[in-house]
């Protein structure tokens, strides 16, 4: 949530900061906001909504030619997308200006104390209290009155400040939420992210919470919690960039759904290898050694959204191999509830983009229990991959349509790898069903292809139920967590009800909404439970449903229970879920792009949640 850029250096600092945000914008879009210092005045400029208002705003009133500045992309949490709220804030004199990511959780009483000394307030936001904290404290310069305030602020942080008196520098600090420099030649960068830098260098500092940078375009300065300056620790980030577009796809959301052939062959093949009697086995150091995994009495697999139900597919992966008890659960649930953890405990947080609050919370929950704690993640550098013991890279390239769809398959090739080798190393698999799993596995990117020649039926699937009001997506067994993240993803980008439920549940109160009007997906692939679902089709059919099924190539007979039919490749039953869930993604999508919506901006939400 939120997005934070900025430059220092010899080049144009505002056509920099705007390319930094238009890579950060997936991180909130209600309001945008750059700041600068040209001749020793600061120069803001503002706009409500998505980034290209800002960028018209400054073709219309443009900044003076500088060479330094902070930007900001929003997602309102306290106050609405107005102008004024938006970021930078600065202070009556124009003479500081900051940006924030984060939530200032004593902005109440803060804001109280300064209204009482006289402070007015411009905006509603909780950002706002940074601007007189500093004037206040004021002490020999930002990066120390910084150090002096932060012992004040409760809650997280990302900051980012400009001071026209210190006109060659910018000054950051970090708690709970990211913040990268990126050193360039006679330049260096802040980002809320890596990606948004890899187009100007790849020599990053990963700043750690209680940090204090002064960055200028030759010196960068580090000062720990304590004051105390640090070494720089550079890191060269070596993996391959692609440059982020759309190509020919109208939305990233769609190219996103069709890149998962070759994302999912990424993580398999970052995973895997194949041996010299051309078995596919597993990359040892990828996962963890004997040592980490003796002992464990429990499982527990923690995140959110999407995240959290390629977990809940994960339990039955475990389950099934391993024989270990596992409790999936979402993060901000779990986090306040009294879970039993300790040294016997494993826990795997899952997280696409390594920044959601809950889920870090989470983590540092099990950390502190002493739990063996491990992270299934996307993004190289996150906090959550810095926080967990060991961390699997899901390896599917950055996603950008908010609504996530290749991470979530990445993320349950993962998963299920994990479980199956877990299972291997304490000898609940034997070595045989490893490669004949691993070998199916190898198999899925081809599988996932196929799928995706649903396109142009599930098109116009997606004309024909346009305009209805509700949706109903039905799963069992491996499958009702895909019904979930079904009716998600339906909901997130087209806004339409949707609900996601478990076949043999609907009759236990669901079923009463079932009429001609709510379409019914139901994914009715072979499996051991293939013959249930089949009744409970013949159930809501009996209730007037349009059945639209996700169903087994070759199934003709499921032709004569349902109004449609989309059908996908054969595959081991443990690993269906990988391909039920891409006509989820088809349809979802095309709704949501025939109502003419931001697909990849949909209302209200952001790519990261760095927020409670
Ligand atoms: C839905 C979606 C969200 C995320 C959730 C967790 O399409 O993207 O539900 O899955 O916010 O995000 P990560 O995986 O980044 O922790």
Redesign the pocket.
Known sequence: MCGIFGYVGNKNAVDIILNGLTNLEYRGYDSAGIATISDGSLQIRKSIGKLNNLYKNIKKYPLSYTNIGIGHTRWATHGKPYKKNAHPHVDSKKNIAIVHNGIIENNVELRKEFAEKGYHFVSETDSEVIIPLIKENYRDGIANTLEYILPLIKGSYAIGIICRFEDSKIVCTKKDIPLIIGIGENENFISSDIYALLMYTRNLIFLEDGDIAEISKNKILIKDSNGIEKKLNIKNIKWKFNKISKTNYKHFMIKEIFEQPFSVLNTITNITYKNTKNEICIKEKIFFNQEFIKNIKNIYVV???????AGLISKFWFEHFTNIPTIVDI?SEFRYREPILNNKTLVIV???????AD?IAALKLANDKNCKTVAIC?VVGSS?SIYAKHTIYTCCGIEIG????K??TS?LVVLFTFALNYAYKIDTVKYSTLVTFLKELSEIPLKIKQCLKNNNFIKKLAKKFLYYKNFLFLGRYLNYPVAL?GA??LK?VSYIHAEGCATGEIKHGTIALIDKNVPVIVIAIKDKVYKKTISNIEEIKARGAIVITIATECDYEIKNKSDYVIYIPKVNELLTPILTVIPTQLLAYYIANLLKYDVDKPRN?A???TVE
């Open positions: 995140a959110c959204g999407t995240s959290y139900y993060a899952i997280s696409q983009s390594g920044e959601t889920t996307n959550i908010v609504a996530s769809t991470a979530f993320q993240e998600l993803k997130e939400l790519k990261a949640v």
